[in-house]
């Protein structure tokens, strides 16, 4: 008699608590998750906020986002990018930017005599009339969407990644890729507080609660010296939440073996 297949239901956010940004009727959504988690033989999801909410009658699993730590080696050796002319240390922002980003945060970083970089597209003019305002100060650049490939540029000029996100219950239950992604370039992380970025355990990441202390925190951290021993620290946090890492403990989750050699990124 040959098993049952398996099924694996895998919540990469709380889509309910982000109907609005998904376009979708919150009622729809959580009727569809509910079918998704009867049929699955394994749930899990990026964060225990998502888990502790199902009612289900089996274990669950968490399996926070991973990073591709690879596309980020040879960043400090990526070509420069020809639309960023920078003064001083550079802050940035790498990501959609919508409802789930903290404009108040950004207008606070603005106003410090440090360069904020925001890369990525603007969600459905979002931020209105106070965007357009923000974009125009002399000490902050946005470049628009850029391709994946070339994120490492971007990064190369950055002292500092920021992950400033709202409070709010989409945000709460997320796992912010992008802080990986700094860490994983080599660059200082300064986030507001998330229990998915909490959850990572280092100080190698600083929180702030309040814009003018996000402020302080991403000039201070953007002035330090570039020192090799943290950079190295980040880089080696970054490695032990890869893809190939999540990938194996998912394998391990659902009783499957490994097929080949599963490595690490390439440090």
Same mark, same amino acid.
């Given at each position: ?8 239901? $895998? ?48 274990? /669950? ?10 596309? $980020? @080696? ?18 940035? @922002? ?20 440090? /360069?904020? !970089? ?24 946005? @470049? ?9 540029? $971007? ?10 996100? @709202? ?30 970025? /909490? ?56 009783? !499957? ?11």
């Amino acid at each position: 008699m040959s098993s049952a297949p398996t099924r694996v239901y $895998y919540a990469t956010d709380a889509y309910d608590a982000g109907a609005d940004l998904l376009g979708r009727d919150p009622g729809w959504l959580r009727e569809l998750e509910r079918r998704r988690l009867v049929e699955a033989t394994h749930v899990g999801a990026v964060s225990s906020v998502i888990t502790d909410g199902w009612q289900v009658d089996r274990p /669950t699993f968490v399996l926070p986002n991973g990073a591709n730590t690879r596309h $980020y @080696v040879g960043v400090d050796d990526a070509p420069l990018p020809d639309d960023v002319q920078a003064q001083g240390p550079v802050v940035g @922002v790498v990501g959609h930017l919508s409802a789930r980003i903290d404009l108040d945060v950004l207008e606070a970083v603005a106003a410090r005599p440090i /360069t904020l !970089l925001l890369v990525g597209p603007r969600v459905e003019q979002w931020g209105g009339q106070r965007f357009e305002e923000l974009v125009q100060r002399p000490n902050v650049v946005w @470049v628009g969407n850029k391709a994946y490939a070339e994120l490492p540029s $971007y990064l190369r000029v950055m002292d500092v990644g920021l992950t400033p996100y @709202v409070t709010s219950a989409f945000n709460q239950a997320s796992s912010p890729l992008k802080t990986l992604e700094y860490l994983a370039a080599g660059r200082a992380a300064l986030s507001t507080p998330l229990p998915g970025v /909490t959850a990572l355990d280092t100080e190698l990441v600083e929180c702030a609660s309040t814009p003018h202390a996000f402020a302080v925190a991403a000039e201070r951290l953007a002035r330090r010296d570039r020192d090799d021993a943290l950079v190295r620290a980040r880089r080696e946090l970054a490695y032990t939440h890869d893809w190939d890492s999540r990938a194996r403990q998912l394998l391990e989750i659902i009783g !499957l073996p490994a097929r080949g050699e599963v490595t690490t990124g390439s440090r």
